[in-house]
């Protein structure tokens, strides 16, 4: 004992600052706390209306408030190339090409919140099974389409920032386990990679460079970081899917996750997870996974929902600095009606709000056999009606509280005195997080004691 205290004063010393030598295991930042809401202009166009805890329509400003007032910090949206058939018919899961990302990007960014873009680099879904060249490409060699990823995310990245979108972090690629944009060699895909983040670092070098592959409970995330790093593919963070019932544990997604951040130096993150809330299908449209599902490890409600993402958020901070964060996988993919399969089909058709539209079948490897609506719907942190459930506050708990700041801009002002009266009489219902950042009296409750303490900070009394 007596020596590692001499070696802790040696270092202390050798440094001159405490900070230096705090310990990287249980220290992390967790910068990012996320969503992706790719599918949402498709669900407002079918007609969807979110609301808040009050019970309130929002608009797309008011939604994206909420996001923020939940603790929300940026959100996650994928980019494919060209979703639509050569009449112009989409392809559905959201027709999520790059328009779609800068609406989204613009108006998140009002709200502070960054943008993930999630470069598929095809023209539908990819995931390990799938991972189709756009049309356009399809005859390319590997060196054609390499110039094609550069400019692709050169331009969409361009795109996105003139819209105004704050863009804090790319992928290029998406569970890139087996392959992308039609390459199964692992030595194309790091040619194709290279490319895409040189792009990155063309428009911006601040933006953080993400890869992403999935399946943690396979235990290969050390080989692919080895291959990548083999290859020269620069890059920041080595990003993981994580779904708690197909994934393994939680204590291995760290486990995996450490060795890459500790051999190879990057930075970690879940880029996409979820839960289930309910057993319930609300769209005529079956759902991946049914909380009737063996092997479920926490409730199927919306506190089993917060367990799962709070233990999501921990495993990546038990990795220490290198964790980077969280984002939920589609939280308001809700159903577009609770009438009748045949008048939902009408919307998924019409407006991408579908997994896939039967538009799709000259593209994907399905022929679109299995079209229809959303998959997700019990997997959101909205009911049915578009009501937010608690677990929706989750984010807030990974995220700093400034006393007195109930409308998170920053400051404290007479704004946040107002938003506390509004909630004690009613007219407004704080989040948690607000509660947190308006209990200035710590006694658990919001009160009028509160906003007068508010008000006395405003007018430096306090
Ligand atoms: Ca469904």
Redesign the pocket.
């Known amino acids: 004992m007596k020596k590692i205290m001499c070696l802790l004063l040696a270092v202390i010393m050798a440094f001159g600052s405490m900070t230096v030598f705090a310990a990287e295991k249980g220290e992390t930042s967790l910068k990012f706390r996320g969503v992706d809401v790719s599918s949402y202009f498709a669900e407002k166009n079918s007609g969807v209306v979110y609301r808040d805890f009050s019970g309130k329509a929002l608009d797309d400003d008011g939604f994206f408030e909420l996001l923020k007032n939940c603790g929300v910090n940026s959100v996650r949206v994928r980019i494919w190339n060209n979703p639509y058939d050569s009449d112009g018919n989409g392809y559905g899961g959201g027709n999520c090409d790059i328009e779609n990302a800068c609406k989204i990007g613009s108006v998140a960014a009002k709200h502070n919140i960054s943008v993930f873009a999630d470069f598929h680099l095809s023209d539908f879904w990819c995931d390990p099974e799938k991972q189709k060249v756009p049309k356009e490409w399809q005859n390319y060699s590997v060196s054609e389409k390499s110039d094609a990823v550069y400019n692709f995310v050169y331009t969409g990245l361009n795109k996105l920032i003139d819209s105004g979108a704050v863009v804090k972090m790319v992928q290029v690629g998406n569970e890139i386990n087996n392959g992308m944009c039609g390459e199964t060699d692992f030595a194309n895909v790091c040619k194709l990679l290279k490319s895409g983040f040189s792009a990155v670092q063309a428009v911006d070098k601040n933006i953080l460079r993400a890869v992403h592959f999935t399946n943690p409970e396979k235990n290969g995330y050390e080989w692919y970081a080895g291959q990548l790093d083999k290859n020269g593919v620069d890059y920041e963070v080595f990003a993981s899917s994580y779904y708690p019932y197909w994934h393994g544990t939680t204590q291995n997604l760290t486990t995996q996750l450490s060795k890459v951040a500790e051999k190879y130096g990057k930075y970690v993150l879940a880029a996409e997870t979820s839960y289930p809330f309910t057993s319930e299908?609300?769209?005529?449209?079956?759902?991946t996974v049914s909380g009737a599902d063996s092997g479920m490890p926490y409730p199927v409600n919306a506190e089993g929902q917060t367990q799962a993402v709070s233990a999501v958020f921990d495993a990546v901070g038990n990795v220490g600095k290198k964790g980077l964060g969280v984002f939920y996988w589609e939280p308001a993919w809700i159903?577009v009606g609770t009438n009748s399969y045949e008048e939902n089909l009408a919307k998924w058709e019409k407006f991408g709000s579908g997994w896939e539209s039967s538009f799709a079948g000259s593209y994907c490897d399905d022929g679109a056999k299995y079209f229809?609506?959303?998959?997700?719907?019990?997997q959101a942190m909205f009911d049915k009606n578009g009501n937010p459930l608690q677990s929706l506050n989750v984010f807030g708990n990974y995220a700093d509280v400034k006393l007195g700041d109930v409308d998170l801009d920053g400051d404290v002002t007479v704004k946040d005195a107002t938003l506390v009266q509004k909630d004690i009489v009613k007219l407004e219902t704080l989040t948690d997080f607000q509660k947190k950042a308006a209990d200035i009296n710590s006694d658990g409750a919001i009160s009028v004691t509160d906003a007068t303490d508010i008000q006395k900070i405003v007018v430096n009394l306090k």
């Open positions: 299908d609300s769209d005529f449209f079956g759902n159903t229809g609506g959303s998959s997700w719907d019990n």
